[in-house]
T-cell receptor, first 112, second 114 residues
Framework: GQQLNQSPQSMFIQEGEDVSMNCTSS?????WLWYKQDPGEGPVLLIA?????ELTSNGRLTAQFGITRKDSFLNISASIPSDVGIYFC????????????FGTGTRLQVTL | DVKVTQSSRYLVKRTGEKVFLECVQD?????MFWYRQDPGLGLRLIYF???????EKGDIPEGYSVSREKKERFSLILESASTNQTSMYLC?????????????FGQGTRLTVV
């Protein structure tokens, strides 16, 4: 299947810091999605991006659909303890119906 | 709100047992998916279905089969469970149709095969 490289694998930050993570693909994607998974739960959708260059915010979260359509970025501003979890990017490629390819995840730990 | 419900949060099964994981969604979604999640590997697609009685293999279908007899229900079957199938299993559904790809997940089933 298609490969999605997500980095960093893990982050340890202090409360109040900003966070950045990204995903890159070996091929073009039509849609990028960002999910968060709390411990012991299923992933929950945070942001959906549908157009190259699109920049979308959801509270303290901002995500961008890269202009090349092969990458996406998620930023979290002023982190708080409840931001702890695993963040996944996911993309839908061309000609793959509704299938999503997921990144390997970024594990975020926030210290007080 | 979309609700995707998996029948068990935790399961312990013996090697060689036939295992059924059940998933139900209540939003009349066309597409349903089964993923497994392992540390460092992210979510990998096992099977998906875009209509009743229709199924397609994902990236890691070996050792698994699926059943979709009704639109709201998608079952994952481990024909003969093995220890390397110990994992977190996640079911998801999406509306389907052009350009609509947001998938909604269940809470997951953590399966241990001993």
């Amino acid at each position: 299947g298609q490969q999605l490289n997500q980095s960093p694998q893990s982050m340890f930050i202090q409360e109040g810091e900003d966070v950045s993570m990204n995903c890159t693909s070996s091929s073009i994607f039509n849609t990028w999605l960002w999910y968060k998974q709390d411990p012991g739960e299923g992933p929950v959708l945070l942001i959906a991006l549908y157009k190259a260059g699109e920049l979308t915010s959801n509270g303290r979260l901002t995500a961008q659909f890269g202009i090349t359509r092969k990458d996406s970025f998620l930023n979290i501003s002023a982190s708080i303890p409840s931001d702890v979890g695993i963040y996944f990017c996911a993309g839908q490629g061309t000609g793959t119906a509704s299938k999503l390819t997921f990144g390997t995840g970024t594990r975020l730990q926030v210290t007080l | 709100d979309v609700k995707v419900t998996q029948s068990s949060r935790y399961l312990v099964k013996r090697t060689g047992e036939k295992v059924f994981l059940e998933c139900v969604q209540d939003m009349d979604h066309e597409n349903m998916f089964w993923y497994r999640q392992d540390p460092g590997l992210g979510l990998r697609l096992i099977y998906f279905s875009y209509d009743v009685k229709m199924k397609e293999k994902g990236d890691i279908p070996e050792g698994y089969s699926v059943s979709r007899e009704k639109k709201e229900r998608f079952s994952l079957i481990l024909e003969s469970a093995s220890t390397n199938q110990t994992s977190m299993y996640l079911c998801a559904s999406s509306l389907g149709g052009q350009g609509v790809t947001e998938a909604f997940f269940g809470q997951g089933t953590r399966l241990t095969v001993v």
